[in-house]
């Protein structure tokens, strides 16, 4: 019942939701063939764990400083460029990946792109473009459901690509050692070829979400003042606790292709299969988030699900076998990550349309600037045998990012006064914005504008 109410859900969508959502899903299938294979592809070419978490910081310090001039620019001049300059980047970064093994090469399109980070199929530091352009379209009321719908169909995606990511195995006689990964790399150059097709078809972006209204009259310059000083509140509330978040995250996620090999010698089918599984299971965890989100609040439904997979952190590095570990371990992501729609549904609701490129990015460069750390950390603590190490402190930092991000934004649970359910208006198609640029932000008096 859950997937029929889904699917007439995405049917309802407004076109440029819908394309959106598309090549989300194709981004996915490479995203998750680079998470299972490129740190096994630089541990093949004989990379050490310091190296490899060492360039992995890079990509996210170049990514961070990407970040916020986007989220920034595309509020001013539209958000359909980005993402086309995003898939351009990426094809080029598979071509380049499949003509050489040279370290120089390999480590650019890394940083520069982003190369084989798994993102569940978000557009890497230009994802504030894509979360903007998607909340313009959707009514707030209704992003909890359709950006975990969104958040679905990138694990879904990524489930493909990483069982897909496991193959190397059929060809390995005939392409031995690291040669094995370069079909795959030139599969993930095809596949965001044709994500770039789907975005350059999707409707031209209204003026009203590429440029912001200016007030005219001196009351309505000081009601804009009070309601941007409430906005940025929001902002920054959410950015302080999302660094904690983001350097749990650093610490484990990129790495864990590695620590399945270093720790139980596990091959690439059987960590693609993990992986996948573990995508998967994220999937219906994140439509399962949705429809928590719909009926008790998209702030509880992220700490519930977010305190549960902190417990299950800590019993990975504990498990004895590699099917104990990673057993333990898709679980736990499933119900951890599941809730990732719901949080970006939440930084998309805390600013009018005009700003709110900006709170994406600020709230995306406060996780990724500690997250890039993350990988660098992890792989010292590898190479120093430290192998249980950053599980724990990952789950002490996500344990106190859950408590804190449901006292600070609760209030969004509340139902808004005035806005019709889902249900009310017929469907989620309405408008370009209509109901997202009209929306009633918590806090706010409503006599102001916006």
Not at 347 to 354: M, V
């Amino acid at each position: 019942m859950e997937g029929v109410q889904t699917a007439r859900t995405f049917t309802r969508l407004h076109p440029t939701a819908r394309r959106l959502i598309a090549a989300r899903a194709f981004l996915a299938v490479a995203q998750g063939i680079g998470v299972v294979d490129l740190t096994l592809y630089l541990k093949a070419l004989h990379w050490s764990g310091a190296a490899i978490g060492g360039v992995l910081t890079a990509a996210g310090l170049f990514g961070s400083l990407l970040i916020l001039f986007v989220g920034v620019l595309s509020d001013r001049t539209g958000r359909k460029p980005f993402l086309l300059v995003y898939q351009g980047m990426m094809v080029l970064s598979g071509l380049a990946a499949t003509a050489t093994a040279n370290p120089a090469v390999l480590g650019t399109v890394i940083v520069v792109a982003g190369f084989g980070r798994g993102q569940s199929g978000a557009s890497g530091p230009f994802s504030p473009a894509e979360q903007a352009w998607l909340a313009a379209v959707v009514p707030r009321s209704d992003r909890g459901n359709v950006f975990s719908i969104n958040n679905a169909v990138g694990f879904f995606g990524m489930a493909l690509g990483a069982l897909i990511g496991g193959t190397t195995v059929l060809w390995q006689d005939q392409l031995p050692g690291a040669l094995a990964f370069r079909p795959l790399f030139l599969l993930m150059a095809l596949i965001s070829g044709i994500c770039g097709l789907i975005i350059l078809g999707a409707p031209a972006e209204p003026r009203h979400a590429a440029l912001a209204p200016k007030p005219s009259e001196r009351g309505e310059r000081d009601d804009d003042r009070a309601i941007t000083a409430q906005e940025n509140q929001r902002i920054l509330k959410l950015s302080l606790i999302s660094v904690l978040n983001g350097l749990a995250v650093g610490l484990t996620g990129p790495m864990m292709a590695y620590w399945f090999a270093l720790k139980f010698g596990a091959s690439t089918s059987e960590i693609g299969a993990t992986i996948s599984l573990g995508f998967l299971l994220t999937g219906l965890s994140s439509l399962f988030t949705g429809w928590l989100a719909q009926r008790y609040g998209m702030v509880r439904s992220v700490v519930w699900l977010r305190i549960v997979g902190t417990a299950l952190m800590v019993l990975v590095p504990l498990m004895p076998a590699f099917w104990l570990a990673s057993g333990v371990y898709v679980v736990r992501s499933a119900l951890s990550r599941g809730t990732q729609g719901a949080r970006s549904a939440l930084s998309a609701s805390i600013t009018r349309d005009q700003r709110r490129g900006l709170s994406v990015s600020i709230n995306a460069l406060s996780m990724r600037l500690p997250s890039a750390a993350g990988p660098t950390i992890s792989g010292w603590m590898l190479d120093a045998n430290a192998l249980a190490l950053p599980f724990y402190v990952t789950a002490a930092l996500q344990l106190l990012y859950a408590l804190l991000y449901g006292r600070m934004f609760r209030e969004y649970d509340k139902p808004e006064v005035g806005e019709p359910t889902a249900a009310g208006r017929g469907g989620l198609r309405g408008g370009e914005g209509v109901g997202a640029d009209r929306e009633q932000l918590p806090g706010h008096d409503r006599s102001l504008p916006g």
